[in-house]
């Protein structure tokens, strides 16, 4: 099934290059909604201290095939297939990342660690809720081998 995903507003702060993967942690971001949703689209977000930030990779592109393979091509990390790794070269090119509100202003949302660069299309905001989040959750060691440095200032 085919579907369009519009966008509802777009990124903005001091990263550039999409190459550069680590140190998302105190990276500050602005989200300027479009304005066909009013100056009231974010009323009611800044009670809440996360928002999920649904995003589009739009400056790369699909994998040329679906193998399993090493996440960052890192030789001491085993092999996973497409859906056992968050990298951007996905079938939709779907990004999500939980993040601390700063500021909620008109329709600016002012975020910390949103891992996506100046100019990237933002599909969707959803508050972060308790009730929504797992309990119980379990991963792989090698995960925090991966993301030892990716929150890190």
């Not at 790369?60 to 497409?82: F, K, Q, S």
Request: with cysteine.
């Amino acid at each position: 099934m085919d579907f369009v995903v519009s966008s509802i507003g777009t990124v903005r702060n001091d990263r550039t290059d999409s190459a550069l993967t680590d140190h998302w942690g105190e990276v500050t971001s602005t989200i300027v909604v479009d304005e066909r949703f009013g100056d009231d689209c974010l009323l009611g977000l800044a009670e809440f201290s996360h928002v999920d930030v649904f995003f589009v990779f739009d400056r790369t592109t699909e994998r040329p095939d679906y193998r399993p393979r090493r996440p960052r091509g890192r030789a001491d990390l085993p092999e996973v297939g497409v859906f056992a790794d968050r990298g951007p070269r996905r079938p939709n090119r779907i990004g999500m990342t939980s993040c601390a509100i700063t500021s909620v202003k008109g329709r600016e949302l002012g975020v910390r660690g949103l891992d996506a660069i100046t100019g990237t299309p933002v599909v969707d905001l959803k508050p972060t809720m308790a009730e929504f989040q797992p309990t119980g959750l379990r991963q792989p060691d090698w995960v925090g081998r991966l993301m030892a440095d990716y929150f890190l200032p």
